[in-house]
C-alpha cells in the first residue's frame, strides 16, 4: 500500500522531478536500433560536457558498488592502495579483497581527511600501481582533498587514481581530464537526482590500456567489452533503458540550470545546514573538510534520532537519515543534494526546530 509521499533528505535515494519519473515511463525501444544508438550518443555527448572529459563515459546497468567492483577489476595490476575513512572506503577495501585483487588499507580516523602526504608516502615505495579514494564520504559527511591528492598521484605515472564520486557527481564540479583521474563513477541515485539502477563511469586512456594488460576476470564489468559496445553507441547487455531516457533529460535540466550554477546551489545549501548544526549541535568531520552535498550532525545533545525521524515523517512528511553504521545515534546527516533548493532546506530545518523544540 502507497502511503502519502514523504519528502527525502536522505543521502540516497533522493527526490525525483515528476517529469524525470514521467520520462521513465517511456514507451521501450529495442537497444539494437539507430533509435538507441542516437539516444547512447547523444548522453555521451551530454556526459563529456557535464564531466569536462574529451574520454570514455561509460553507462553501467547497476548500483555504484558493482562499479566500483569493476575497477579495482580493471585497474589493478601489481596490488591497489585502497584509502580508507569511512563506511563506503572501507567497502572498497572489501571489495578488493573479495575480488582477490593484491591491496593494503591506509586508513585514518574516520573524522579526518586523507592527507596527500600520507598517499605520496605511500606510493614512494613502489608496490602500487592504483589507488582507491571516496571523494566525498557519505558516512562522515567528510569531503577528501581530490584535486590534492590527483596531483600526488599523477607524479606517480603508472599509478591509476580510481574515484567513488557517488555523492559528489552533480553536485560538486568534477573537472575529469584537468584533475587526471582514471576512474570516476557514481550511481544516479545521489545527486543525479533519479532513481536507482544505473551508474555512470568515466574511464581514461591509461586505464583503458592498464585493462588490456591486466585481462580482468569478468564479463559484465569489463571495460573492453563495454568499450567495443560503447563504439558503437551500444551496451553489450540490455541497460536500463529507462533510465537512459531520465538521465537524458535530467542533464538537459542540469545545463538549463546552468552547471556553475547547479554546484554554487549545493554550495549555498551546505552552508546553510552547517551554520545551523554548528548553532544547536556539532558537525562530525574535521573543519575544512565539511562536505558540500550532505552534512553529519554530531548528536551531542542525546536526541533520539529515530524518534525525531518518527516524528518528522509522521507529522512534517519529511525524513532525514540516521547516522550510519557504528554513528548511527551518535550522528543524524542531512543530504542537501540533486535538485533540492535553500527553501526546502529552511523548511526542513525549521520543522526540526519546531519537534526539537530549539529557538
Ligand atoms: C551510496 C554509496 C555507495 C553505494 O551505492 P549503492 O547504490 O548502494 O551500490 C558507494 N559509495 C558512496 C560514497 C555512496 O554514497
Known amino acids: 500500500m502507497r502511503k502519502s509521499h514523504v519528502k527525502l533528505f536522505v543521502p540516497g535515494p533522493i527526490e525525483v522531478r515528476p517529469e524525470v519519473l514521467q520520462a521513465m515511463a517511456t514507451p521501450q525501444i529495442y537497444h539494437r536500433t539507430p533509435e538507441f544508438r542516437e539516444l547512447y550518443s547523444e548522453l555521451q555527448m551530454k556526459l563529456k560536457k557535464f564531466l569536462y572529459t574529451e574520454q570514455t563515459v561509460l553507462l553501467f546497468t547497476s548500483s555504484s558498488t558493482g562499479v566500483m567492483e569493476a575497477a579495482v577489476l580493471n585497474c589493478v595490476k601489481k596490488k591497489c592502495l585502497n584509502l580508507v575513512n569511512g563506511a563506503f572506503a572501507r567497502r572498497w577495501h572489501e ?24 598517499v605520496e608516502a605511500k606510493l614512494k615505495t613502489g608496490e602500487f600501481d592504483a ?43 568534477i573537472e575529469f581530464d584537468k584533475l587526471g583521474l582514471d576512474v570516476c563513477l557514481a550511481g544516479v541515485q545521489k545527486c543525479f537526482g533519479l532513481p536507482p539502477g544505473l ?23 569489463n571495460f573492453l567489452v563495454m568499450l567495443k559496445s560503447h563504439q558503437k553507441n551500444e551496451t553489450p547487455a540490455t541497460p536500463t533503458i529507462p533510465h537512459l531516457f531520465a538521465l537524458n533529460l535530467q542533464l538537459d535540466y542540469f545545463f538549463e540550470e546552468g552547471l556553475e550554477r547547479r554546484f554554487a546551489r549545493h554550495e549555498e545549501m551546505a552552508k546553510i545546514v552547517q551554520a545551523w548544526a554548528k548553532k544547536y549541535f556539532d558537525i562530525y568531520p574535521e573543519e575544512g573538510h565539511w562536505s558540500k552535498t550532505l552534512t553529519c550532525i554530531k548528536n551531542n545533545r542525546g ?49 526540526l526546530e519546531e519537534i526539537l523544540g530549539l529557538s
Open 131 to 173: 589507488v582507491t579514494l571516496v571523494f566525498n564520504e557519505t558516512s562522515t559527511g567528510l569531503m577528501n582533498p581530490l584535486a590534492e591528492i590527483a596531483e600526488v598521484v599523477r607524479r606517480f605515472p603508472d599509478v591509476l587514481l580510481l574515484v567513488d564520486a557517488v555523492t559528489a557527481m552533480g553536485g560538486v564540479k
Open 199 to 221: 551508474t555512470v563511469c568515466a574511464v581514461s586512456e591509461r586505464a583503458l590500456k592498464r585493462a588490456e594488460m591486466v585481462k580482468p576476470k569478468t564479463y559484465y564489468f
Open 303 to 351: 536526541i533520539s534520532v529515530d524518534e525525531l525521524n518518527r516524528t518528522l515523517i509522521r507529522e512534517h512528511g519529511m525524513r532525514i537519515s540516521n547516522g550510519y553504521g557504528d554513528l548511527r545515534e551518535k550522528t543524524f546527516r542531512i543530504a542537501h543534494m540533486g535538485d533540492l533548493t535553500p527553501a526546502d532546506i529552511y523548511g526542513l530545518l525549521q520543522a
Open 95 to 118: 571489495i578488493t579483497q573479495a575480488c582477490g585483487v593484491p591491496c593494503e588499507a591506509l586508513e585514518v580516523p574516520w573524522d579526518k581527511a586523507i592527507r596527500p602526504a600520507q
